[in-house]
């Protein structure tokens, strides 16, 4: 099922001299993880800015096109109209606590209590909530004193708990250690896993191939091309539109350049292994 349809858009911030996004138009599935790849400043965190309704509720700007957000005309919705089915982490693991509470059963109980959620289905749904994350320990800490990859996990957790369809995460392991990404990328599996749809920014390439059932790739504003991740991080010319190509891909690369048959250009860990396994049998 769609979930988001946008066509022909086009947007400039209020500061902005020139367009930020250009005849952007794509479509969302339910269900999916779609992860935007491309140059820095290229407009992904604007996409993301649109598909959560921040544009044009908060940013105001000039915006043209048709978007379609769950069914409603972004136009004639309000902000508040996507705080439940739109969930959103940003790339600032320290700007995501609310710096309001003293333990991460508070943080996560934040958004239910302003829902107006009854205590008992509070405390049962956080209950739920820390066993599937498996943040058990981190309960009674202080979320300020947390580490930037549990203060993402207690952020992602304290959205999950609103049970939202949608979730977007705008480069959440930017400012990560490996452990905490991988952590992340657990989530992002988890969520995939209960059917949530989720939207990455992310430029850990390697794991946007192992994670992504779609990726788009952005430049300009624009999409300029999209597809599964062997459909497009085997290209050159993604890389040539100021993307990464997984370092699997770069290694089949070079092999072709010295003269070896290579079948399928890996773009995953363990396809690269059989590509190098085939090599060594056919000498």
């Not at 800015?49 to 921040?54: A, D, P, Q, T």
């Not at 996990?153 to 977007?168: C, G, N, Q, T």
């Not at 390439?205 to 430049?219: C, G, N, Q, R, S």
């Amino acid at each position: 099922m769609e979930i988001v349809s946008i066509e022909n858009v086009n947007y400039k911030y209020p500061t902005s001299e020139d367009n930020v996004l250009k005849n952007l138009s794509l479509s969302l599935e339910e269900g999916k993880v779609y992860a935007f790849i491309g140059e820095n400043g290229g407009g992904k965190s604007t996409i993301c800015n649109l598909i959560k309704g921040f544009i044009p509720h908060i940013y105001n700007g000039e915006l043209e096109g048709d978007i379609t957000i769950y069914g409603k005309n972004l136009y004639e919705s309000k902000l508040s109209d996507f705080v439940q089915p739109i969930g959103y982490v940003s790339q600032n693991p320290f700007s995501q606590i609310t710096g309001s509470t003293e333990t991460v059963f508070e943080e996560i109980a934040f958004g239910l209590e302003n829902l107006g959620v009854e205590e008992q289905e509070i405390k049962k749904k956080i209950i739920e909530v820390i066993n599937l994350f498996g943040i058990q320990d981190l309960l009674t800490k202080n979320p300020s004193a947390l580490s930037g990859g549990q203060k993402q996990r207690v952020a992602i957790a304290s959205i999950y708990v609103m049970e939202p369809d949608l979730f977007i995460l705008d480069e959440p392991t930017s400012q990560l250690d490996p452990v905490g990404t991988l952590e992340i990328f657990s989530i992002v599996s988890l969520l995939k896993s209960k059917g949530k749809t989720v939207v990455i920014v992310e430029n850990k390439i390697e794991l946007v191939a192992e994670y992504a059932d779609e990726i788009l790739l952005v430049k300009n504003g624009s999409i300029i091309d999209k597809g599964s991740p062997h459909e497009l991080l085997s290209k050159k010319t993604t890389e040539e539109n100021g993307a990464f190509l997984p370092q699997y891909t770069h290694l089949s690369l070079q092999l072709q350049k010295r003269g070896y048959q290579i079948n399928k250009i890996p773009v995953l860990e363990n396809e690269a292994i059989e590509m190098i396994e085939n090599i060594k049998g056919g000498y």
